[in-house]
């Protein structure tokens, strides 16, 4: 049981974030393990509660990958992906976005909102958020056709804004449209960085299932902490970021170079990860700069 005296200890230590975050949106991609994980979702969703609560904003772009898998199991249908994309035909479109912005979506709103938040669930769909087109992608020089998956072309954040505006927390999943109002499946990655960009957030944070990016990911595992955009791409060149690293990392870099301050790779196993990460002087996880002289 944690002492008053230590209560006070830890809030007087984390002032200085509070104030230096505040009115700030901090974009939040929750998924994978951190998801499934009960004790990692209860500790996720209350930092998101705090967050709000301390006048910061935070937006949540959130997966599903293993609820989408088990659904596509039920049926007796195999989940296959080609270059991190599920490849997605006509009835796995219809059980992803019941999945995502049904099962996924309203469980994370009501758990925020029992926690004394105010969620608002969304898809891409909802005030033409998450506008795309048609992808393929390149498999050994060929163009590859992997069904009804979207590529963003334009993200429309008026929706988002109208919510921080009302004190609501948006949650979003990763579902998007065309200009003829076609349903298509994004990596949710994808989707928090482009969001990430389009509003110029303060910071961007993946929740992942390992530390952050690790030296010698096979072998010792060490954790960068702090890490800028050019030894990013050293590592990238060197075969260091790899497998399922390497799409985020990619959107790390993209939501830099459109004008996200800092975004941070973090544990969402880890005990109250987004907290530690804004709130203490060491952080959490690789945060990713575009220079290694601005500060973080
Ligand atoms: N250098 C690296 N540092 C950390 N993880 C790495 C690295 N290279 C490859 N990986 C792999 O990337 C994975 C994280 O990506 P992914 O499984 O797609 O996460 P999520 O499901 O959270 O989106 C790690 O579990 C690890 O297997
Ligand atoms: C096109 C594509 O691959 N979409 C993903 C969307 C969910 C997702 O990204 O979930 P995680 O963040 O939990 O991995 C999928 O169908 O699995």
């Known amino acids: 049981m944690i002492s008053n005296l230590d209560k006070a200890k830890i809030l007087v230590k984390a002032l200085p974030f509070i104030k230096k975050y505040h009115n700030k949106t901090i974009v939040i991609k929750y998924g994978g393990s951190a998801m499934v994980n009960p004790v990692a979702r209860e500790q996720f969703i209350q930092d998101v509660v705090l967050m709000k609560y301390v006048g910061i904003n935070p937006v949540i772009v959130h997966g599903g990958g293993p609820e989408i898998n088990e659904m596509l199991q039920k049926i007796g249908k195999e989940s296959k992906f080609v270059a991190g994309n599920r490849v997605t035909d006509e009835e796995t479109m219809e059980i992803v976005e019941m999945v995502l912005s049904g099962k996924v979506n309203k469980g994370i709103v009501s758990d925020i909102n029992k926690y004394g938040g105010k969620a608002v669930g969304l898809s891409g769909k909802d005030g033409n958020?998450?506008?795309?087109?048609?992808?393929?992608?390149?498999?050994?020089?060929?163009?590859?056709?992997?069904?009804?998956?979207?590529?963003?072309?334009?993200?429309?954040?008026?929706?988002?804004?109208?919510?921080?505006?009302?004190?609501?927390?948006?949650?979003?999943?990763?579902?998007?449209?065309?200009?003829?109002?076609?349903?298509?499946?994004?990596?949710?990655?994808?989707?928090?960085?482009?969001?990430?960009?389009?509003?110029?957030?303060?910071?961007?944070?993946?929740?992942?299932?390992?530390?952050?990016?690790?030296?010698?990911?096979?072998?010792?595992?060490?954790?960068?902490?702090?890490?800028?955009?050019?030894?990013?791409?050293?590592?990238?060149?060197?075969?260091?970021?790899?497998?399922?690293?390497?799409?985020?990392?990619?959107?790390?870099?993209?939501?830099?170079?459109?004008?996200?301050?800092?975004?941070?790779?973090?544990?969402?196993?880890?005990?109250h990860s987004v907290i530690l990460e804004l709130f203490t002087v060491e952080g959490a996880g690789t945060l990713i700069k575009k220079d290694e002289n601005l500060e973080s």
């Not at 200009?179 to 110029?200: F, H, P, R, S």
């Open 129 to 271: 958020m998450v506008f795309v087109e048609k992808k393929f992608v390149e498999v050994d020089g060929e163009k590859v056709d992997i069904g009804f998956v979207g590529e963003i072309k334009e993200i429309n954040t008026e929706v988002i804004k109208l919510l921080e505006i009302n004190d609501a927390i948006p949650v979003i999943s990763s579902i998007g449209v065309d200009k003829n109002g076609q349903t298509y499946n994004i990596n949710a990655d994808y989707v928090a960085g482009a969001i990430a960009g389009k509003l110029q957030a303060d910071r961007l944070i993946f929740l992942t299932d390992v530390d952050g990016i690790l030296l010698d990911y096979n072998d010792k595992q060490t954790l960068i902490d702090e890490i800028d955009v050019e030894n990013v791409n050293d590592l990238i060149e060197r075969g260091i970021i790899s497998g399922g690293m390497l799409p985020k990392v990619t959107t790390c870099l993209n939501a830099i170079e459109n004008g996200v301050e800092n975004v941070v790779i973090l544990n969402g196993k880890l005990e």
